[in-house]
């Protein structure tokens, strides 16, 4: 029997809120939120739940943030 392929599946979405980025990149919630407090992330901060566009996560995210603690 195969083993099924148990990652995420990308969806199409322009803005991710924190649980997007949960079930796409398999981190915990609160590794997201701490990520979210960083100023270098443009965070959708008056809306709820938070949201971030895909774009610009993914370019911080491809990017060494030791500072944080959690990548």
Same mark, same amino acid.
């Given at each position: 029997?195969? =083993?099924?392929?148990? #990652? $995420? =599946? +990308? *969806? !199409?979405?322009?803005? #991710? @809120?924190p649980e997007?980025?949960?079930?796409? /990149? &398999?981190? @915990? #919630? $609160?590794?997201? /939120? %701490?990520?979210?407090k960083?100023?270098?992330? $443009?965070?959708? *901060?008056y809306? =709820? $739940? /938070? #949201?971030?566009? +895909? !774009? %610009?996560?993914?370019?911080f995210?491809n990017? +060494?943030h030791?500072?944080l &603690?959690?990548?």
């Amino acid at each position: 029997m195969e =083993k099924e392929n148990t #990652l $995420p =599946k +990308r *969806t !199409d979405k322009v803005l #991710l @809120s924190p649980e997007d980025i949960v079930n796409e /990149y &398999g981190m @915990s #919630l $609160p590794a997201v /939120y %701490k990520i979210f407090k960083c100023k270098e992330l $443009p965070v959708q *901060t008056y809306t =709820k $739940p /938070y #949201l971030v566009k +895909r !774009d %610009k996560f993914e370019e911080f995210f491809n990017v +060494r943030h030791d500072e944080l &603690g959690i990548l």
